[in-house]
C-alpha cells in the first residue's frame, strides 16, 4: 500500500509539473517579413489558469521594463484587445516579487503578463505569490529579446497550455518502477544467498560435533595404514580421527573435509553423524486398564536391531498370566 500511494503522488507531481508547462505561438500578419516561432514558458502557481483553448492578444512592453513601479495603464485603442505586457525580471527580488510585478500590470488595465528572465539563463522559474489574478508566465532571455520583436503593431501572440506530455511524466514511473523491480530483486537475491548458507551450514560439521568423533594418536602394529584423503602413511605419534564407519584420517586432513564440505566419510559416504533412534513405546497392562509410555533407556548413537526391538515389544505386550497356562475350570481351590 505504500509503495502504490508514492507512486500515486509521484504521477500527480509530474502531471502537476505537466500543467504548468505552456506555449507562446508568435501570430505575425501575412504581410509581415517576420515568421511564426514558437517559445516555451512556465505558469506561475498564481493568477488563472489557462484555458485549453488558449488565449490570444498583442503584446507591448511594460512602461517602466521591471514593472516595479506603478505601470502606464493600456493605451485606449488597445480596450478592444487582449494585450499583455512584457515585463523584465527584477533584480531584487525581496523588494520587487513577482506578484508585484504582475500586480502593477493587472491595475495598468494588462489582461496577461510574460516575465523573461534578466541574466543569459534557458532556465524556466516557477513564479510565485498571491494576488494577482490575471495569468503569467515565466520565458528564457532569449525568448523575451525574440518576442520583442512581435510587438503590436507587428504581429499578435497567442498563450496556451502545451498538449505535449514532458518527459519527467514517462520518466518518474519508469524509475520507480525499475526500482521496485532492483529491490525485488536485491531481496530475493539475499533471501536465496541466506537459504544456500543455511542449507550449506547443515550439510558441514559443527566444531561441536567434530569433537564428539574420537581421535588416537597412531602407533605402529595398529589397522590403520594409510589416510585416503593425502596417501601418505600414518607415521609414529599422528594424531588420526576415527569416523563412525571406522575408517580413519589424519585430522588434518579430515576435520576441513568434515566442516567445509560434508559431513559425511571420504570413501564410503557414510554420516559421521548418530542417527536419532525413536523410543519405542511400551504398553503396560496394569489392572484391565493400558496405559503406555517412552523407554528413556535408549539414547542417540546407540545401535540396536529393529528385530530385537519387536521381539522386546511383543514380549512385553504379553500378558504375564498366559491363557494356556492357567487351571482348568472345573479344578476347585481346595
Same mark, same amino acid.
Given at each position: 500500500? !505504500?509503495?502504490?500511494?508514492?507512486?500515486?503522488?509521484?504521477?500527480?507531481?509530474?502531471?502537476?509539473? *505537466?500543467?504548468?508547462?505552456?506555449?507562446?505561438?508568435?501570430?505575425?500578419?501575412?504581410?509581415?517579413?517576420?515568421?511564426?516561432?514558437?517559445?516555451?514558458?512556465? +505558469?506561475? =502557481?498564481?493568477?488563472? =489558469?489557462?484555458?485549453?483553448?488558449?488565449?490570444?492578444?498583442?503584446?507591448? @512592453?511594460?512602461?517602466?521594463?521591471?514593472?516595479?513601479?506603478?505601470?502606464?495603464?493600456?493605451?485606449?485603442?488597445? %480596450?478592444?484587445?487582449?494585450? $499583455?505586457?512584457?515585463?523584465?525580471?527584477?533584480?531584487?527580488?525581496?523588494?520587487?516579487?513577482?506578484?508585484? +510585478?504582475?500586480?502593477?500590470?493587472?491595475?495598468?488595465?494588462?489582461?496577461? !503578463?510574460?516575465?523573461?528572465?534578466?541574466?543569459?539563463?534557458?532556465?524556466?522559474?516557477?513564479?510565485?505569490?498571491?494576488?494577482?489574478?490575471?495569468?503569467?508566465?515565466?520565458?528564457?532571455?532569449?525568448?523575451?529579446?525574440?518576442?520583442?520583436? $512581435?510587438?503590436?503593431?507587428?504581429?499578435?501572440?497567442?498563450?496556451?497550455?502545451?498538449?505535449?506530455?514532458?518527459?519527467?511524466? $514517462?520518466?518518474?514511473?519508469?524509475? !520507480?518502477?525499475?526500482?521496485?523491480?532492483?529491490?525485488?530483486?536485491?531481496?530475493?537475491?539475499?533471501?536465496? $544467498?541466506?537459504?544456500?548458507? /543455511?542449507?550449506?551450514?547443515?550439510?558441514?560439521?559443527?566444531?561441536?560435533?567434530?569433537?564428539?568423533?574420537?581421535?588416537?594418536?597412531?602407533?605402529?602394529?595398529? @589397522?590403520?595404514?594409510?589416510?585416503?584423503?593425502?596417501?601418505?602413511?600414518?607415521?609414529?605419534?599422528?594424531?588420526?580421527?576415527?569416523?563412525?564407519?571406522? %575408517?580413519?584420517?589424519?585430522?588434518?586432513?579430515?576435520?576441513? *573435509?568434515?566442516?567445509?564440505?560434508?559431513?559425511?566419510?571420504?570413501?564410503?559416504? +557414510?554420516? !559421521?553423524?548418530?542417527?536419532?533412534?525413536?523410543?519405542?513405546? /511400551?504398553?503396560?497392562?496394569?489392572?484391565?486398564?493400558?496405559?503406555?509410555?517412552? =523407554?528413556?533407556?535408549?539414547? @542417540?548413537? =546407540?545401535?540396536?536391531? @529393529?528385530?530385537?526391538?519387536?521381539?522386546?515389544?511383543?514380549?512385553?505386550?504379553?500378558?504375564?498370566?498366559?491363557?494356556?497356562?492357567?487351571?482348568?475350570?472345573?479344578?476347585?481351590?481346595?
Amino acid at each position: 500500500m !505504500v509503495l502504490i500511494r508514492l507512486i500515486i503522488l509521484l504521477l500527480m507531481d509530474a502531471i502537476t509539473k *505537466w500543467n504548468v508547462y505552456a506555449k507562446i505561438y508568435t501570430l505575425p500578419p501575412h504581410a509581415s517579413n517576420l515568421t511564426r516561432k514558437i517559445f516555451s514558458d512556465r +505558469q506561475a =502557481d498564481f493568477g488563472a =489558469d489557462i484555458p485549453d483553448y488558449g488565449i490570444v492578444g498583442v503584446l507591448e @512592453e511594460a512602461k517602466p521594463l521591471n514593472a516595479c513601479l506603478p505601470v502606464t495603464h493600456v493605451r485606449p485603442e488597445f %480596450h478592444s484587445y487582449n494585450v $499583455y505586457a512584457l515585463v523584465e525580471e527584477s533584480k531584487n527580488k525581496v523588494l520587487c516579487p513577482f506578484d508585484l +510585478q504582475v500586480m502593477n500590470c493587472q491595475l495598468a488595465g494588462y489582461h496577461a !503578463v510574460i516575465v523573461y528572465n534578466r541574466v543569459n539563463s534557458m532556465q524556466l522559474k516557477t513564479m510565485t505569490g498571491d494576488g494577482p489574478a490575471i495569468p503569467a508566465v515565466y520565458v528564457s532571455k532569449f525568448s523575451g529579446e525574440n518576442l520583442k520583436q $512581435y510587438v503590436y503593431p507587428y504581429s499578435s501572440v497567442q498563450i496556451f497550455p502545451n498538449p505535449e506530455l514532458p518527459l519527467q511524466l $514517462y520518466l518518474v514511473p519508469f524509475a !520507480v518502477v525499475v526500482g521496485v523491480c532492483f529491490f525485488f530483486m536485491i531481496l530475493f537475491s539475499f533471501f536465496r $544467498y541466506l537459504r544456500y548458507r /543455511i542449507r550449506q551450514k547443515r550439510s558441514r560439521l559443527s566444531p561441536a560435533n567434530l569433537k564428539k568423533i574420537p581421535t588416537k594418536k597412531y602407533k605402529k602394529g595398529d @589397522e590403520y595404514d594409510l589416510c585416503a584423503i593425502c596417501l601418505d602413511d600414518y607415521e609414529e605419534g599422528e594424531k588420526i580421527r576415527i569416523l563412525p564407519c571406522n %575408517h580413519a584420517y589424519h585430522c588434518k586432513c579430515v576435520d576441513p *573435509w568434515l566442516t567445509s564440505g560434508k559431513k559425511l566419510c571420504p570413501v564410503c559416504k +557414510q554420516t !559421521v553423524e548418530p542417527k536419532k533412534l525413536k523410543k519405542p513405546r /511400551i504398553d503396560i497392562i496394569d489392572g484391565g486398564s493400558t496405559s503406555s509410555y517412552n =523407554d528413556n533407556s535408549l539414547y @542417540e548413537g =546407540d545401535e540396536t536391531n @529393529e528385530e530385537d526391538d519387536t521381539d522386546v515389544e511383543s514380549n512385553e505386550r504379553t500378558p504375564l498370566l498366559s491363557t494356556q497356562n492357567s487351571p482348568p475350570s472345573n479344578i476347585r481351590n481346595v
